[in-house]
């Protein structure tokens, strides 16, 4: 996945990244900027989801497809439908009617196993209660994997490195910080997809316990290894960084696909309103669109 330079070369900036405007420390492998994607045929697609609890629709006729090369935001209000098709997406759950595909094939043709060589899955606020340390949980990821114990090991060094918590690797992980603990979460699901793409990277709102460096650091790796020909598909709430970073975005509302599309394509003052009923100005900075709420236009009376 990275070069050992890439980890060696700890404090450099960038200055040039096409899409980010931000300026921070870290490992050049966050900034590498591909000129190159791969065009690969695979995909996780869904056609005709359909999900029901009861006699409550959650999920209607939802048509997604996520692509080797390609950052896939899913956006939406609270309720609209995101994490009951991350569950579908993952596998925890199985829709009412409607299939997914995975490269191809039915995904309930293919065993755990061999889905989780090429497709890692990061779910909001995992419980882990055991007295594990910070490279335990990493090492997880290689659980699928048949490589060498001392590779396993290796990568997951490479792993707690990338995320900054090296020197955390021996600490229970049950004293971390929230955001420690959603950082190394996010090392674990990087170990267990480090072999070369295409696979798949399923992040359920990955960023929410993180700062602002964090943040961005993590969405600079997840357009790094977009580019570099993995398939990452997150929840995210943040219109602004998702119009800045991802590829593609789908607006979910009322459990139905509104919009999908590029960020300038889908992010409009109409569409906006439309999905979380709430006014807004769209500012164009850098060829990016970026949302600025209108004062008084957020239906909260006092």
């Not at 960038?14 to 405007?21: A, D, E, M, V």
């Not at 995904?107 to 909001?124: D, F």
């Not at 950082?183 to 709102?205: C, G, K, M, N, T």
């Amino acid at each position: 996945m990275f070069s050992r330079r890439d980890l060696q070369n700890r404090r450099t900036t960038n200055r040039n990244s096409r899409r980010c405007g931000y300026v921070f420390s870290g490992s050049t492998c966050f900034y590498q900027l591909i000129t190159k994607t791969r065009k690969l045929s695979m995909s996780i697609q869904t056609e005709l989801i359909h999900y029901q609890i009861g006699k409550k629709t959650i999920l209607s006729d939802i048509n997604i497809t996520i692509e080797p090369g390609e950052f896939h935001v899913l956006m939406g209000k609270n309720g609209a439908g995101k994490s009951t098709l991350f569950h579908l997406l993952s596998s925890d759950t199985r829709p009412s009617s409607g299939s997914i595909y995975f490269d191809g094939k039915p995904i309930q043709s293919l065993n755990a196993k061999s889905i989780a060589k090429q497709r890692a899955v990061l779910t909001q606020n995992p419980e882990i209660n055991f007295p594990l340390t910070c490279l335990d949980i990493v090492q997880l990821g290689r659980f699928p994997h048949e490589t060498s114990d001392t590779e396993n090991l290796d990568i997951a060094l490479q792993s707690l490195e990338i995320v900054d918590l090296l020197d955390k690797k021996n600490q229970n992980y049950n004293t971390l910080s929230g955001g420690e603990k959603q950082r190394a979460h996010f090392a674990r699901v990087l170990s267990q997809i480090w072999e070369e793409p295409p696979r798949y990277l399923l992040l359920d709102e990955p960023i929410s316990s993180l700062d602002l460096p964090n943040q961005i650091k993590v969405l600079e790796l997840c357009r790094h290894l977009s580019q570099k020909g993995y398939g990452v598909f997150m929840i995210l709430h943040d219109l602004n960084l998702a119009s800045r970073y991802a590829d593609k975005i789908t607006f979910l509302s009322d459990g139905k696909v509104f919009a999908s599309g590029p960020p300038n394509e889908v992010i409009t003052e109409e569409g906006i309103q439309s999905v979380f009923n709430i006014e807004i100005d769209v500012i164009i900075n850098d060829n990016v669109n970026m949302v600025l709420p209108k004062l008084n236009k957020i239906g909260v009376s006092v």
